[in-house]
C-alpha cells in the first residue's frame, strides 16, 4: 500500500470590506504614513465592523466557499481546526461556532492557539489525523480579528495589526504530494515580550485591569524583531537542508506577513529571489494566524502541481516553525 500523505487540496480567505489606512491611523495616533511603510510595508489592514461579530465571522464564509470549490457536502468534512488568538468566547471553541454555521454536522472541532504560528501549528496536527487514515476530509482554518485587542491609542501594535484569515482542505494523497516535513519550536521565556497581561486565569478580568488597558496585546517590538528574524530565518534554513533543497528547488516561500524585513531577511537566507515570496501585508498588515491561507488564496492560481512550497511563521510566546509541502493541484 502507498504511504499516505496529507495534501492541501483547496484553499479560500476571505478579509472584511472595511479599509483602515496608514492615512487614517495618522488622524489617531502620532505616525505617519512613510514611517509606518518604511518599517513594516504595511499600507492598509482591513477591519471588522459591526456588533456582536468575532473571529468566526471572518472563518464562515472562507469555509464556506472552501466547501464549495472542493465540491464537499458539510456532512463529508470530519474534524475542523480552528488557530486562533482572538476566540469569539473562551468557550466554546470558535471551531464549534462554525461547524455548527457551515453545518458540518459529523465533523468535532476545537481550537488550536500558539499566536501567529497557530496555523502552522493546526496544519501540522490536522496532517496527521489524515496520514494515520483515520480521516479523510480535514479542514485547517487560521483567522484573527485581531482589532479586538488592538489598542488604538498604542502606536507600537495599532499600525501592525488587521483582521482576515483562510482555510485549507486536507485529503489523503498516495503521489508522494502534500506535507512533507515540518519543524515547530516554542520558547516560553519570550512570552515577556509579546502578551496580553490580563483577561486569562492568572490576572482575570476586573475594573481595575480595564481601566489600565490591560486586555490588548503588549508588544516590545524590537525584541520580537530580533527574536523573528532568526527563528523564521533559522527554521526555514533548516527544513531545506533536512530535505536536500536549495533555493532552485523551492517554488514558493509563504512567510507569516509580520514585517517585511523579517521576511526579507528569510528569503536571503534561503537563497531565495523576492519573486518567490509571496506578499500581501501591503494590503492586509498582520492577521496573525490568517496570514498565510491568506497568501495561499491569493496566489492559489499561480501554484502548480508538485511546487516546493515553504511556509514559515514566528509568533509571540514565542512560537515558531516551518513546513515543507508539494502542491497537490494545479490552478482550475
Known sequence: MSKITAAITGVSGYVPEYVLTNKELETMVETNDEWITTRTGIKERRILKGEGKGTSHIAVPAVLDLLKKTNTKPEEVDLLICATTTPDMVFPATANLITAEVGAVNAFG??????????????????????????????VVGADKMSSIIDYT?????????????????EPNTEGLG????????????????????????????????QAREHYAFQEGQQVFKFAVKGMADVSAE???????????????????????IIEATANRMGLDNDKVMLNIHKYGNTTSGTIPL??????????????????????????????????????
Open 110 to 139: 476545537y481550537d488550536l492557539q500558539a499566536a501567529c504560528s497557530g496555523f502552522l501549528y493546526a496544519l501540522a496536527t490536522g496532517s496527521k489525523f489524515v496520514e494515520s487514515g483515520q480521516y479523510k476530509k480535514v479542514i
Open 154 to 170: 498604542d502606536r507600537a501594535t495599532c499600525i501592525i495589526f488587521g483582521d482576515g484569515g483562510g482555510a485549507v482542505m486536507l
Open 239 to 261: 527544513i531545506m537542508e533536512r530535505n536536500n533543497l536549495t533555493g532552485e528547488d523551492v517554488a514558493w516561500l509563504v512567510p507569516h506577513q509580520a514585517n517585511k524585513r
Open 179 to 210: 506535507i512533507q516535513d515540518s519543524i515547530l519550536k516554542s520558547d516560553g521565556t519570550g512570552a515577556q515580550f509579546l502578551h496580553m497581561k490580563a483577561g486569562g486565569s492568572r490576572k482575570p478580568a476586573t475594573i481595575e485591569t480595564v
Open 295 to 332: 497568501c495561499l488564496w491569493e496566489y492559489e492560481n499561480q501554484l502548480k502541481k508538485g511546487d516546493n512550497v515553504i511556509l514559515a511563521a514566528f509568533g509571540g510566546g514565542f512560537t515558531w516553525g516551518s513546513i515543507y509541502l508539494k502542491w497537490a493541484y494545479d490552478p482550475n
